[in-house]
């Protein structure tokens, strides 16, 4: 059997939610004691749609702050910037060649972002091949993602299949890893779509960094559903099973009280207000520790002395004279 080894990406777009955090953020850091785990914020990935220069510079360091806030520790994972290893942009565009138009219009999240957008980048189009680049370079065995990441990482796996047919043994074949619970948090305002960074709806995310008072009122005014029973029921109760379903994530927990829409989302308030103090706590500990320029120096090094062999072997095997 392989080593263990993990990969995942985040885009320091938009602000980061509690849907990140359970979905992903939290199952990294719950995983890294074994096998080699490597976490990356994606800022190439995050250019595939228009961003703010000034704010992509400043959400890059926030989002490594909370992955370090997170539970990521640098002793025993490494933490990077994509673009701080230029291999991933280059092995992305060999990939490119192994991958179709076809394959890439069915990708579900492309066809989101792009629906009904005057502008449509070459980028946004082309994000699985270096979504695949970034798993492939590091022969990872584990992706661990959110439900919504499931197709692009299959696609990694067809085209490393692919590139290893045709060359020989390759790449490593990747596999997601999705959470059982918590692999999609649901919007509050509209509890049949998920959680997300670029919902114009401010309402329907919590933000990590967002005041605990005003996530208070997020919850109490979350959308819920006809009856009254507070129970797991994803069917024909999205919006308790989505609250619930919080709860017992950020709590360790499971709800015992009793049937009342109000109570119950008093009580996950309280359970969302104090998840996000004591996170906001450790954030700040982290931003006044003045490290975090020396821990993303120091994962670029050793992101691209681990990436860089692959790379070459690559360029080897297409004909490239290394
Ligand atoms: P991104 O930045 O959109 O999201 C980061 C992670 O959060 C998960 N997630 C959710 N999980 C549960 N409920 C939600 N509502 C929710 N919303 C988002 C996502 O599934 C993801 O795991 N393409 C990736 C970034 C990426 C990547 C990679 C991931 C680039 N390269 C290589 C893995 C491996 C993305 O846009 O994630």
């Known amino acids: 059997m392989n ?3 993990v990969f995942s990406g985040i885009q320091p777009s938009g602000d980061l939610h509690i849907g990140n955090y359970i979905g992903a953020v939290r199952q990294w850091a719950a995983g890294q004691n074994d096998g080699l ?7 190439m990935h995050a250019i595939t749609v228009p961003q703010d220069p000034k704010t992509l510079a400043q959400k ?24 701080h290893n230029p291999d991933h942009a280059n092995l992305g565009w060999v990939l490119n060649n192994y991958l179709s ?15 009904g957008k005057e502008f449509v980048s070459v980028g946004l189009f082309d994000y699985p091949a270096l979504m ?18 499931k197709q692009h990482v299959e696609l990694a796996r067809d085209v490393a299949e692919r590139f290893n047919s045709k060359y020989g043994e390759t790449f490593v074949l990747p ?8 692999g999609r948090v649901m919007s509050l305002c509209d509890p049949t779509k998920k959680m997300s960074k670029s919902d114009p709806n401010p ?49 360790g927990k499971e709800y015992v009280g009793g049937n009342n829409y109000g109570e119950f989302k008093t009580a996950v308030a309280d359970v969302v207000e104090k998840f996000l103090i004591d996170f906001q706590k450790k954030y700040n500990e982290v931003l006044q520790s003045g490290k ?31």
């Open 203 to 251: 309402n329907g995310a919590i933000g990590l960094l967002e005041d605990p008072k005003s996530a208070r009122k997020k919850i109490m005014s979350a959308v819920t559903d006809s009856g009254s029973e507070v129970k797991m029921d994803w069917v024909n109760k999205p919006g308790i099973s989505n609250l619930l379903e919080i709860y017992s994530q950020l709590s």
């Open 175 to 182: 596999e997601s890893k999705i959470p059982k619970v918590g």
């Open 60 to 83: 890059t360091r926030e989002i490594t702050a909370i992955l370090l806030a997170s539970g990521i520790d640098t002793e025993k994972s490494l933490l990077f910037v994509q673009s």
């Open 37 to 43: 785990n490597i976490f990356c914020v994606v800022d």
């Open 101 to 115: 138009m076809g394959q890439l219009n069915r990708m579900t999240q492309y066809k989101e972002k792009s629906e």
């Open 132 to 149: 695949a680049s970034d798993i492939l370079l590091y022969d990872t065995t584990e992706v661990p993602v959110g439900d919504d990441q």
């Open 3 to 5: 080593k263990k080894i």
């Open 292 to 322: 975090l320029d020396e821990v993303l120096k120091e994962g670029a090094q050793k992101s691209y002395a681990l990436s860089h062999p692959k790379l070459l072997e690559v360029y080897k095997k297409v004909g490239f004279l290394v």
